[in-house]
C-alpha cells in the first residue's frame, strides 16, 4: 500500500510532522502545522482532523514519556484526571460529526486572547513552582475546566496544548512542569479522541502512520531541548504559539 504513495507526500508528511511534534511536545498547537499538511494531501477536513489525532497521539504519548522520566510530571497529582479528559474528548468527538465545529470558534479566539495577554502581564508567571493542595472547590473548578478542555480538544482541538498549560499555571505550576502534566492530559484527551474517530471509521491509517512517525521523533527532540533550556524557554516559545494560534484562527474567522 505505500508503494502507491507519492514519495512528495511521504515526505511532506514526514516534514510537516515532525515540526509539528517538536512544537506541541513543549506547548501545543502543533496542529497548525500537520493539521494543513494533511489537508494537502487531498483528505477531506473531517479526515484531516481523524489522521491528525492518530499521527499526534502517537508523538503526544512520546513527549509525555520523555517529560515523565526526567521528573517533569506531577502524576501522583493529577492522574485522576486522566480520565475525565479520556471521556470528555470521545464526547466531544462524538458531537462535532453531528454538528459545524465552528461554532466554537468565537469562543475559543477569546480564550486565546485571555491567555496571552494575562501571560503577557505576569512577567515572572511560572518561573518557579508555586503549587499547593487544592481547596475540594478549588479542585472542583479544576476538574470542570480540564474536563471542559478534554471536549474542546475532541471537538475542534487547536490551542489545546496552550488551554491546559495555562490551566495548570493558574494553580502554580512552573512553565516546565505545566508543560510536561499538560501533555499527559493531552495524550489522555487525543486517545479518547482517536478511539471515537476510529469507531466513526474516518482515519487515513497510512497518511497517519507516516505522520506518526515523524511525531515520535519531533517529540523526543521537542521534549528533550525543552528540558534542557528550561521554563524561560518554554515561556517564551508559549508566547510565540500562542500568537501564532490567535492570528491564524482569527484570519480564518473573519475571512
Not at 154 to 177: N, Q, R, V, Y
Request: hydrophobic residues 55%; glycine residues 12%; aromatic residues 14%.
Amino acid at each position: 500500500m505505500l508503494i502507491d504513495i507519492d514519495l512528495s507526500i511521504v515526505l511532506l508528511l514526514f516534514l510537516f510532522g515532525f515540526l509539528a511534534a517538536f512544537i506541541d511536545s513543549v506547548v501545543g498547537g502543533g496542529g497548525l502545522i500537520s493539521l494543513p499538511a494533511l489537508m494537502f494531501t487531498g483528505l477531506s477536513p473531517s479526515a484531516a482532523v481523524a489522521t491528525n489525532k492518530l499521527a499526534g497521539t502517537m508523538g503526544s504519548l512520546t513527549s509525555t514519556i520523555t517529560f515523565y522520566r526526567s521528573g517533569k510530571i506531577e502524576l501522583k497529582s493529577i492522574m485522576g484526571l486522566f480520565p475525565i479528559v479520556f471521556i470528555a474528548a470521545s464526547i466531544g468527538a462524538w458531537i462535532v460529526h453531528l454538528m459545524d465545529p465552528s461554532v466554537l470558534k468565537p469562543l475559543m479566539l477569546l480564550m486565546l486572547a485571555g491567555v496571552l495577554v494575562y501571560t503577557l502581564i505576569k512577567k515572572d508567571w511560572g518561573s518557579i513552582s508555586t503549587y499547593k493542595k487544592l481547596s475540594t472547590l478549588k479542585y472542583i473548578g479544576f476538574f470542570l475546566l480540564i474536563f471542559a478542555i478534554g471536549f474542546y480538544d475532541g471537538f475542534l482541538g487547536p490551542g489545546t496544548g496552550s488551554f491546559l498549560i495555562f490551566a495548570f499555571l493558574m494553580i502554580g505550576f512552573d512553565f516546565l512542569k505545566a508543560a510536561g502534566n499538560a501533555k499527559f492530559l493531552n495524550f489522555g484527551s487525543n486517545i479518547g479522541a482517536l478511539l471515537m474517530f476510529m469507531f466513526l471509521g474516518q482515519i487515513n491509517y497510512v497518511y497517519g502512520f507516516i505522520m506518526g512517525v515523524a511525531q515520535v521523533l519531533g517529540a523526543i527532540c521537542g521534549s528533550k531541548y525543552a528540558i534542557k533550556r528550561g521554563s524561560s524557554y518554554v515561556r517564551v516559545l508559549f508566547i510565540v504559539v500562542t500568537i501564532l494560534l490567535l492570528a491564524k484562527n482569527a484570519y480564518d474567522y473573519f475571512s
